[in-house]
């Protein structure tokens, strides 16, 4: 039997790739996977735990994630005493964090990408600048007193 995440040809010679995320078990195979019966898994599909895909002719299809998921939502009834609104709730949660968290990743890429940028532009501008031109700098300003004379007289002393 393939594990998920190896390849596999189709019947139509085409490659397709088979991961945790493929659906894949018939109810019966899901049950005995997670330890769940059956109507278990069709009133944890109705509540909207574990909603797997839908073949053409409406069967439910379970992939290893929905597995582990079924696995965790018992768990946190049987073990935790946790009731099916507060496991949907903390469920939701947990997508909503996952999706927050690849969205910082997402955006810390386009940081980057926006920093490299920002510094190969900054490296253009002073590598186009005049090397004959001298940075002026402003003088501070001194109560001191400077006399000038002009060459030609010197001071009868």
Do not use: C, F
């Not at 139509?12 to 995320?21: F, S």
């Not at 926006?114 to 532009?121: F, G, I, K, L, V």
């Amino acid at each position: 039997m393939d594990t998920p995440g190896r390849r596999r040809q189709n019947p139509l010679g085409r490659a397709y790739e088979l991961t945790e995320e493929t659906p894949v078990y018939v109810i019966s195979v899901a049950a005995q996977l997670s330890g769940l019966h059956p109507q278990t898994l069709r009133q944890y599909d109705r509540l909207g735990l574990v909603s797997p895909d839908r073949t053409a002719g409406r069967g439910r299809r379970y992939s290893a994630r929905d597995i582990e998921l079924l696995r965790a939502v018992q768990q946190l009834s049987q073990d935790e005493g946790i009731n099916l609104a507060g496991i949907k709730r903390i469920i939701e949660l947990e997508n909503q964090v996952a999706a927050l968290q690849a969205r910082i990743v997402e955006m810390e890429s386009a940081l980057d990408g926006a920093a490299a940028t920002m510094r190969q532009r900054e490296a253009a501008v002073h590598a186009s600048y005049r090397r004959d031109l001298v940075p002026y700098q402003e003088m501070q300003q001194s109560s001191a007193l400077v006399v000038w004379r002009p060459k030609g007289r010197q001071p009868s002393d």
